[in-house]
């Protein structure tokens, strides 16, 4: 464990140095740290832990059309045991790209990048920005091993304009054991429609793993912000041998900077269910048919800052239990080169 | 021990967001612009904001000028905008560059 502490800080660092290597490249378009930071505290059918989190991003633009983005994932697990607590060091880069942006209908990345399937993997995993801090119980479908893909993609949009926009994402992934580089061998896509007028999106994703048993997962996505309604509706669904399930989360839509103090507060509640099928080793997926219903709040204070609070019910033969959790989390934005205008 | 420290650490985030200065995104509706074009172009932004970004998240309250094009650049691979998109919400949340 302290061997890959060390492991990480050095290429945290390299990373550093890479970043302040960049400046010549962007006096228009400086590089900027970004990323979220925060501390969730647990209780899980009455076991607590507790975590420091801080998952930087890092965005390096080399001219208008090249981006190194990466991501990387810093938390301690601090836990109960029947004489007091432990603790256990986790350290992940998330993702680590070359995009090469030729224009809205293509863009293609390579390197580490995070698996397009779904809608919750790229977009709401981020501390800052997930309504709940407990990932879906479907999310594994898809995204294993890790989440991420060491590879090649190319996403863009197919056709469009301003009413839709039909969008796209390949990719194919090599295998590889490499320490913070873990990732399966597979290919996949993700296709939707996007109509930014209505608010609603839809979408499907595939993903061929072709490591050991070659699996197919599948899944759907839908989301939509009705212009009217000052509402959020987010849904997926996936199957794959292991089993099949599906999550939806309601909330009120995220409020802007200049909301007063109390429309600062965001209720939020999912419900989700899994049933499983066939045991698959490793799959990171309950064991027998669950279900789980969690409801929260978050409440975003000045200067990027959220607290949340959720309480969950989980439904799971004689598994079932309450979770609960409260979190602090801070969106980190600022320039890490340049003079200030 | 440790769980003090992490405590504190939580108290201190929180701390920081409340005695933080805030200083709100700009919004079409209070700023002020020399020119009914840039007017025009930030509540373009404005509106792509709502219709793309949203989706996800809501806007910084405070972002340096410095770092808006950069995150631009990264946004505009998650969410597909355009070029002409870029322009207009870097002129939505920097009215200044």
């Known amino acids: 464990m302290i061997r890959a502490r060390a492991r990480l800080i050095r290429a945290l660092w390299l990373s550093a140095g890479l970043v302040c290597a960049f400046p010549a490249f962007g006096q228009a378009s400086r590089p900027v740290i970004s990323g979220g930071a925060g501390f969730i505290a647990t209780n899980d059918g009455g076991n607590s832990s507790f975590q420091p989190v801080i998952a930087p991003v890092a965005a390096i633009p080399l001219g208008d059309k090249f981006l190194v983005e990466a991501r990387g994932d810093v938390r301690e697990f601090i836990f109960e045991t029947p004489s007091g607590h432990d603790h256990q060091f986790f350290g992940s880069l998330e993702y680590l790209q070359l995009d090469y942006i030729a224009n809205r209908n293509l863009t293609i990345t390579v390197g580490r990048f995070l698996t397009p399937f779904g809608i919750y993997n790229e977009r709401i995993t981020p501390i800052w920005i997930r309504n709940l801090q407990d990932a879906p119980i479907i999310f594994p479908i898809g995204t294993r091993t890790t989440g991420s893909s060491d590879g090649a993609m190319v996403r863009g949009v197919i056709a469009g304009n301003d009413a839709v926009q039909w969008n796209y994402a390949a990719y194919f992934s090599a295998s590889s054991n490499v320490q913070q580089f873990v990732s399966g061998r597979a290919a996949g896509f993700r296709t939707g429609l996007f109509f930014p007028r209505q608010g609603f999106e839809a979408g499907v994703s595939y993903q061929r793993f072709l490591q050991d048993q070659h699996v197919n997962a599948t899944g759907f996505h839908v989301a939509w912000q009705p212009p009217t309604i000052p509402i959020e509706v987010r849904s997926e669904f996936a199957h794959s041998p292991s089993g099949q399930g599906y999550w939806i989360e309601g909330t009120s839509r995220v409020p802007d900077s200049q909301a007063s103090l109390i429309r600062r507060f965001q209720p939020v509640a999912r419900f989700q269910q899994f049933f499983r099928d066939h045991f698959v080793p490793a799959d990171f997926l309950p064991g027998r048919d669950t279900s789980r219903f969690d409801a929260g709040f978050n409440y975003y204070l000045p200067s990027n800052v959220r607290v949340n609070a959720s309480y969950g019910r989980v439904f799971s033969g004689p598994n079932d239990r309450n979770v609960w959790n409260v979190a602090a989390t801070y969106r980190i934005l600022f320039p890490i080169s340049g003079r200030s205008q | ?97």
């Open chain 2, 1 to 97: 021990m440790r769980l003090s420290l992490m405590l504190v650490f939580a108290v201190a985030i929180v701390t920081a967001g409340a005695l933080g200065q805030s200083k709100p995104v700009p919004n079409s509706s209070t700023q002020k612009h020399d020119t009914s074009s840039a007017t025009d172009s930030s509540a373009a932004g404005e509106q792509l904001f709502r219709q793309h970004c949203a989706r996800c998240h809501r806007p910084p309250d405070n972002i340096s000028p410095n770092a808006v094009k950069a995150v631009l650049q990264h946004m505009r691979v998650r969410a597909n905008l355009r070029a002409q998109d870029e322009q207009a919400l870097l002129k939505y949340l920097a009215p200044g560059r």
